[in-house]
């Protein structure tokens, strides 16, 4: 399987290449920004249409969710014009466009998990701009299997690192903790890619639409510093509500998504995130 991977440098991105280098049967081309920047719509048709893959996973986004707040215009040209691009290339050449999305979609004030179906309601930039990508997506008409997933971590800027920093000079650290979602490492995410990717391009394969898929179990990041730091001994989290650390992006109270749906269609399990740390 040969698949042409968007946003190379990026945590998902990152995975996905450590993958490929120890498959003989998957070549992965990955490409970054300057190798191909996914809001250039003709660079993006002409890239996809002259490439001989089975398959584009799109692992390119603007993920900085407060930043977006001040710099709509990129977050939507990234997350909403450039995943459409990617799908009318991919749609042009008939190959299945593999992207993927997040938690924010919701607003978080569902008191159980969320499934696929339920009602988006985005809380800020960040997620009206990956929504409106899911819908771009959808509307072009092509072959596509949207991965929504929450709380990534595996590169090197995301919450693990940062409280493994904190800690060096910090003895007591402050986490809220009325936020719950499922932290999901990038190694798990790409390899749920690649398990998507190789059903995707079977000629019979009819499942096309959005899926969830998050590390278990469930936590606050209260819990999931706790997690983090319980081998730093001379240090404290202390749980705070989300009023106690405000941010220009709100973020959603409730993160949790059921995960049925994919383990039913592609036998796929919750990862425990735990076994990544
Ligand atoms: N991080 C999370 O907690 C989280 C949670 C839920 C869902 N997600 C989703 O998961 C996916 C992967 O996230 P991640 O954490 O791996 O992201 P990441 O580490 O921030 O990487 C994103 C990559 O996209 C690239 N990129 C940005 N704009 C681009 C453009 N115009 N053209 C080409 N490349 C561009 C960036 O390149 P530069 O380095 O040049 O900027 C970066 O390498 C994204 O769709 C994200 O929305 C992430």
Redesign the pocket.
């Known amino acids: 399987m040969r698949i042409l991977v ?8 990152g995975a996905l290449q450590d993958i490929a280098a120890s498959r003989d049967d998957l070549e992965v081309i990955a490409l ?2 300057q190798a ?4 250039d719509k003709q660079a993006v048709l002409d890239c996809v249409a002259v490439s001989d893959c089975d398959a584009v996973i ?6 900085a969710v407060d930043k977006a707040e001040e710099d709509r215009e990129t977050a939507f ?3 909403r014009d ?1 995943s459409g691009f990617l799908a009318e290339a991919c749609a042009d050449k008939n190959i299945p466009l593999i ?6 979609v919701f607003d978080g004030r569902k008191s159980g998990a969320y499934q696929e179906d339920d009602l988006c309601a985005p809380l800020g930039i960040y997620g009206q701009s ?1 929504l409106e990508g899911e819908q771009r997506i959808n509307r072009v008409g092509g072959k596509y299997l949207i991965l ?6 595996g ?1 090197k ?2 919450f693990v690192n940062t409280m493994k920093r904190l800690a060096k000079d910090r003895p007591e650290i402050s986490v809220v903790a009325d936020q719950r979602g499922g932290p999901t490492a ?1 190694q798990d ?1 790409a390899a749920c890619l690649l398990v998507m990717a190789d059903k995707a391009i079977e000629p019979d394969f009819a499942d096309w639409g959005i899926y969830h898929y998050v590390g278990a179990p469930s936590v606050s990041w209260y819990e999931f510093a706790s997690e983090i730091l319980k081998d730093y001994p001379g240090v404290t989290v202390n749980p705070i509500p989300t009023s106690g650390y405000p941010t220009p992006a709100a973020r959603p109270a409730n993160s949790v998504l059921d995960c049925t749906k994919i383990q039913t269609v592609f036998g796929l399990t919750q990862p425990d995130w735990r076994q990544r740390l």
């Open positions: 968007t946003g190379k440098d990026g945590q998902v991105g970054d920004r191909l920047d996914i809001t799109n692992a390119a986004a603007y993920t040209a990234v997350n450039a992207h993927i999305s997040t938690d924010f990956k929504r997933t929450a709380w990534v971590f590169g800027a995301n990038a995410i």
